[in-house]
């Protein structure tokens, strides 16, 4: 079993990332809600979990200190996320499943992944016609013997597990089939969301906006690069740290997100990508 592209036993409790390349491609981070300044909203508009590009992400510590804000007040959560850290998901589902206002949650795009389940803690779910869910099982990267590799597969399997019934409890989908479309990655339309019971009604075509950010693509090739290095074998302290250096790199001419890595990542994506191609056909 080859170390280079399998992570250390000793990193797996901090490697529950979900694998989400396609939807990073299919994420649009532009589409946001047109009334995102109101009170009492959250916007779910990044990945899950910590984001070390940009020092953003949504995390559980950061949806605490609002739902603390709010005190009981009903709320509503905007959701346009591609997914992340699975532990991260859960314990925001927890919270607003908890949560002693009414919870309304407006998937504006994409709800893939660790968003998705995130999306079930809703007292009412509303989709855009054009949005999608997309549910799949959980992913990580780890490196021992045959006896690790159960453990490690029978962990995940309770996450699964955990997850199915999750998407369950919300739409009274039967929970084996739920766990089938997990096996497969399966993107759900709004239309087919609805049918189902994943979500409860559609949202009006006039709630969702698209802004001008001229970062969009260098967001989604960062964590593309954090993706690539993860399925190298790279656990997440050493992908950390290349980070660390990487922002600490002066770049002299770009103004755009990439200036804080210091490089442009989407060349370096093309060239990383073919080169873990190379040592996988070895």
Do not use: C
């Amino acid at each position: 079993m080859s170390k280079r592209t399998m992570m250390p036993k000793a990193d797996f409790e901090a490697a529950h990332d979900v694998k989400m390349p396609l939807a990073l491609d299919r994420w649009n981070p532009d589409i946001k809600a047109s009334d995102d300044d109101s009170e009492n909203v959250i916007n779910i508009l990044e990945v899950i979990g910590y984001d070390w590009w940009t020092d953003g992400g949504i995390t559980g510590k950061s949806i605490s200190a609002q739902l603390k804000r709010f005190n009981g007040a009903d709320i509503v959560v905007n959701i346009n996320s591609p997914g992340g850290d699975v532990f991260e998901g859960l314990a925001i589902y927890n919270m607003l499943r908890e949560y002693a206002g009414h919870v309304t949650v407006r998937v504006l795009g994409m709800a893939a992944s660790a968003a998705s389940f995130i999306a079930m803690a809703a007292d009412e779910v509303k989709i855009a016609r054009a949005g999608f869910f997309m549910i799949h099982n959980a992913w990580t990267g780890v490196g021992g013997n045959r006896n690790d590799m159960r453990e490690v597969a029978d962990f995940l399997e309770q996450i699964d597990s955990t997850i199915a019934d999750i998407y369950h409890v919300k739409s009274g989908m039967d929970a084996t089939e739920l766990s089938s479309q997990m096996d497969k990655e399966t993107w759900i339309n709004g239309k087919t969301a609805v049918e189902t019971g994943m979500a409860d009604s559609f949202l009006d075509s006039d709630v969702i906006a698209e802004q001008t950010n001229n970062t969009a693509k260098e967001r989604i090739a960062a964590h593309k690069l954090d993706l690539i290095m993860a399925q190298a074998g790279m656990s997440r302290k050493e992908r950390r740290g290349l980070v660390k250096d990487l922002k600490s790199t002066p770049s002299a001419t770009r103004t755009d997100a990439t200036q804080n890595a210091g490089v442009d990542l989407t060349g370096l994506i093309d060239g990383l990508q073919n080169a873990i191609d190379s040592i996988k056909l070895q």
